[in-house]
Nanobody, 114 residues
Framework: VQLQASGGGLVLPGRSLRLSCVAS????????MAWYRQAPGKQRELVAL???????DYADFVLGRFTISRDFAKNGVNLQMDDLKPEDTAAYYC?????????WGQGTQVTVSS
């Protein structure tokens, strides 16, 4: 299974970015999909997740600003990021899980700076 993430970049504070992750298999086979991030010198942390049944959860630090959604037509998961802050700067990773396996995409860098 491969996950291909895209959409990162350099943006000004308060602006938006949309990250996309495309899977090499049908996403209905995953028990959950998620986005994590890792800033330099910090541990990787969960940003948002969506379960197979459609339950969504967000980290407190992105609540109300980020939206995770699945795209069944493209076998992917998106992360709409609005009102970006400098502290959102990090490498963002797509993650997907099956019952006994977990998969990671390559990171896509998001830099929020004026």
């Amino acid at each position: 299974v491969q996950l291909q993430a895209s959409g990162g970049g350099l943006v000004l504070p308060g602006r938006s970015l949309r990250l996309s992750c495309v899977a090499s298999i049908n996403i209905v086979d995953f028990t959950r999909m998620a986005w994590y991030r890792q800033a330099p010198g910090k541990q990787r942390e969960l940003v948002a997740l969506v379960t197979k049944g459609g339950i969504i959860d967000y980290a407190d630090f992105v609540l109300g600003r980020f939206t995770i959604s699945r795209d069944f037509a493209k076998n992917g998961v998106n992360l709409q990021m609005d009102d970006l802050k400098p502290e959102d700067t990090a490498a963002y990773y797509c993650n997907a899980a099956q019952l006994n396996d977990e998969y990671w995409g390559q990171g896509t860098q998001v830099t929020v700076s004026s």
